[in-house]
């Protein structure tokens, strides 16, 4: 009987010694499969934090880019204005000079050939009337301008605005064009 039980005890043994092997080795195949999602899960919010940064990054890049281009911008139409100020000034004192004279007669010249008549009315400054006796025109109102004329054909039914006002104005986007490739070289 001693040799039964101590059969019985040997085997128990083996089976405890098995049992213990076996849950070695589940505990180290739990462990390594722990570390292993362990690993991914912090790879993948490092990755998705990275990914967050970088775009985040890139909001605030684009963000300053936009503000120095609107800085940019601003800054371009504070000159734009200040230029086309400065502009009207020399016109106004322009309109001072003798050769402004010229510019008169070249206008009416040119109003007569447009309004396709020689008998045409002219509206200008009440600076410039004296400019236009003996030019054999009629001269019509006077109009508040910096200078140049308004003509108008003599019934009143086509009229070309030759002012400096209005010649900047129509002109406008072809000057702003030009300043801007002068600023941009």
Same mark, same amino acid.
């Given at each position: 009987?001693?040799?039964?039980?101590?059969?019985?005890?040997?085997?128990?043994?083996?089976?405890?010694?098995?049992?213990?092997?076996?849950?070695?080795?589940?505990?180290?195949?739990?462990?390594?499969?722990?570390?292993?999602?362990?690993?991914? /899960?912090?790879?993948?919010?490092?990755?998705?934090?990275?990914?967050?940064?970088?775009?985040?990054?890139?909001?605030?890049?684009?963000?300053?880019?936009?503000?120095?281009?609107?800085? +940019?911008?601003?800054?371009?139409?504070?000159?734009? &204005?200040?230029?086309?100020?400065?502009?009207?000034?020399?016109?106004?004192?322009?309109?001072?000079?003798?050769?402004?004279?010229?510019? /008169?007669?070249?206008?009416?010249?040119?109003?007569?050939?447009?309004?396709?008549? #020689? &008998?045409?009315?002219?509206?200008?400054?009440? &600076?410039?009337? /004296? +400019? +236009?006796?003996?030019?054999?025109?009629?001269?019509?109102?006077?109009?508040?301008?910096?200078?140049?004329?308004?003509? #108008?054909?003599?019934?009143?039914?086509? #009229?070309?605005?030759?002012?400096? #006002?209005?010649?900047?104005?129509?002109?406008? &986007?072809?000057?702003?064009?030009?300043?801007?490739?002068?600023?941009?070289?």
């Amino acid at each position: 009987m001693d040799t039964f039980i101590q059969e019985i005890e040997e085997r128990k043994t083996k089976k405890i010694n098995l049992l213990d092997m076996t849950l070695a080795e589940k505990k180290a195949r739990l462990q390594h499969s722990k570390e292993s999602t362990l690993k991914e /899960i912090q790879q993948h919010y490092s990755d998705e934090a990275n990914a967050k940064s970088q775009k985040e990054a890139s909001r605030i890049v684009e963000a300053a880019r936009l503000k120095a281009k609107k800085i +940019l911008f601003d800054a371009i139409n504070a000159n734009m &204005d200040s230029t086309l100020n400065t502009i009207r000034e020399e016109l106004k004192n322009y309109s001072k000079k003798p050769d402004y004279k010229m510019t /008169i007669e070249k206008m009416i010249q040119y109003a007569k050939m447009k309004l396709g008549s #020689e &008998d045409i009315v002219i509206h200008c400054r009440n &600076d410039d009337i /004296i +400019l +236009l006796t003996g030019m054999n025109i009629t001269i019509g109102s006077s109009i508040q301008t910096i200078g140049g004329i308004l003509a #108008e054909n003599k019934t009143g039914t086509m #009229e070309l605005d030759l002012t400096f #006002e209005e010649l900047l104005r129509t002109n406008e &986007d072809k000057i702003q064009n030009f300043l801007l490739e002068s600023v941009m070289k």
